[in-house]
């Protein structure tokens, strides 16, 4: 069955840099798009990034473009998201997503890391 | 961006009753729509894609329709289970958006 592991949350201060990773198994994940959505305390979705099956095309949201990006090793199965600048609205949990086949939906979601940033 | 608008923003609704859910982009996402339901405390989960096509697993309750900017999500006879907040997403441009979500809450 497909799985998604979400790590590398924590409580950063504004301007600092985290880098979260998510790992992935039951599935071909060098076959698939990877994408990193996530969800601020109390209120919806944003989606934040999204990788291509071997990384070489990469889309951001406006919010987040020139400070995080994202990567991937398809030898380790793992997805990842480097945040640097980071600034207290980008306190939320963050998941991963896998693309979905022929349509940029997401059709399995890992349980979601927090990332508090805060002084 | 497409702005992606749901309503309305909450849904009362009594157990085996039925529930209409709307979502409207500011511009057409032709098909290219997906819905989504988010328990308390858990991930959001996939139920249609294409606008009108279940996910994996996704009972036949579950309907959706429309094309184009005006789209919606019917939930036949409600489960306990389906009380939850619901979001659409549109993948017919970057960057991708969902809407603010309607929560679907027991009457």
């Known amino acids: 069955q497909v799985q998604l592991v979400e790590s590398g949350g924590g409580v950063v201060q504004p301007g600092g840099s985290l880098r979260l990773s998510c790992a992935a198994s039951?599935?071909?994940?060098?076959?698939?798009?990877m994408h990193w959505v996530r969800q601020a305390p109390g209120r919806g979705l944003e989606w934040v990034a999204f990788?291509?099956?071997?990384?070489?095309?990469?889309y951001y949201a406006d919010s987040v473009t020139g400070r995080f990006t994202i990567s991937r090793d398809n030898s380790k199965n793992t997805l990842y998201l480097q945040m640097n600048s980071l600034r207290a609205e980008d306190t939320a949990v963050y998941y991963c997503?896998?693309?979905?086949?022929?349509?940029?939906?997401?059709?399995?979601w890992g349980q979601g890391t927090l990332v508090t940033v805060s002084s | 961006e497409i702005v992606m608008t749901q309503s309305p923003a909450t849904l009362s609704v009594s157990p085996g009753e039925s529930a209409t859910l709307s979502c409207r982009a500011s511009?057409?996402?032709?098909?290219?729509l997906a819905w989504y339901h988010q328990r308390p405390g858990q991930a959001p989960r996939l139920l249609i894609y294409?606008?009108?096509t279940r996910a994996t697993g996704i009972p036949a309750r579950f309907s959706g329709s429309g094309s184009g900017t005006e789209f919606t999500l019917t939930i036949s006879s409600l489960q306990s289970e389906d009380f939850a907040v619901y979001y659409c997403?549109?993948?017919?441009?970057?960057?991708?958006?969902f809407g603010g979500g309607t929560k679907v809450e027991i009457k």
């Open positions: 997403q549109q993948y017919n441009n970057w960057p991708l958006t």
């Open positions: 990788i291509r099956y071997d990384g070489s095309d990469k």
């Open positions: 294409g606008a009108s």
């Open positions: 997503a896998k693309d979905a086949a022929a349509t940029r939906s997401f059709d399995y």
């Open positions: 511009q057409s996402v032709n098909s290219n």
């Open positions: 039951g599935f071909t994940f060098s076959n698939y798009g």
